[in-house]
């Protein structure tokens, strides 16, 4: 099974600054990586993924991610964040179907 | 676009009840999964199924079982529930090919008092 670490459980940032959202994960075979968003009290939403091909993947809401095999990561990024971007965000992957997540990054948007 | 449809969004059970939770996912999917999602910890699988009456363990089987009779239907079964058990549990469902993806239900908020 994959093991996947979000770097940071807390990521404050004001408003129109960029963030960035540290993922990576463990495993020796090709990978399916995903994005997805929580916003309060509501279900999952996936902002973005990477199947294969290009490594910079862009996504819903201005947000992208660049997959990086020899340091196994997947990281997130928006350049200019509104406060509506306050939410949780997991990182997952899978290789075999199974979806392994990471135990999520909250980002608190500040005016 | 798939739906996955979760029968209740809150539910408040006694220690010791048998608890069912349902999801219906209408693309005729045949790998479905149940997560359980707790601050801090992430989700979790708790079991999946790639077929009808297939089902394999995930990381967390314990205190739980599932039911797969029908394609669109993997019902999540807490046998004797327990106050540990209280969580938030969504329901996935897999789409293969070229749009490979998961589909996750709005999620069942579960209390054991």
């Known amino acids: 099974a994959q093991s996947v670490t979000q770097l940071d459980s807390q990521v404050p940032v004001f408003e129109e600054a960029p963030v960035e959202l540290r993922c990576n994960y463990s495993s020796s075979v090709s990978v399916y990586l995903f994005w997805y968003v929580q916003y309060p009290n509501q279900g999952l939403q996936l902002l973005l993924k990477y199947l294969s091909g290009s490594t910079l993947v862009k996504g819903i809401n201005g947000f992208e991610a660049e997959f990086n095999k020899s340091q196994t990561s997947f990281h997130l990024r928006k350049p200019s964040v509104h406060i509506s971007d306050t939410a949780e965000y997991f990182c997952?992957?899978?290789?075999?179907?199974?979806?392994?997540f990471g135990a999520g990054t909250t980002v608190t948007v500040r005016a | 676009d798939v739906k996955v449809t979760q029968s209740s969004r809150y539910l408040v059970k006694r220690t010791g009840e048998k608890v069912f939770l349902e999801c219906v996912q209408d693309m005729d999917h045949e790998n479905m999964f149940w997560y359980r999602q707790d601050p801090g910890l992430g989700l979790r699988l708790i079991y999946f199924?790639?077929?009808?009456?297939?089902?394999e363990k995930g990381d967390i089987p314990e205190g739980y079982s599932v039911s797969r009779e029908k394609k669109e239907r993997f019902s999540l079964i807490l046998e004797s529930a327990s106050t540990n058990q209280t969580s938030m549990y969504l329901c996935a469902s897999l789409s293969q090919g070229t749009n490979y993806g998961y589909t996750f239900g709005s999620g069942t908020r579960l209390t054991v008092v």
């Open positions: 997952a992957v899978t290789n075999d179907y199974k979806l392994s």
């Open positions: 199924s790639y077929d009808v009456k297939m089902k």
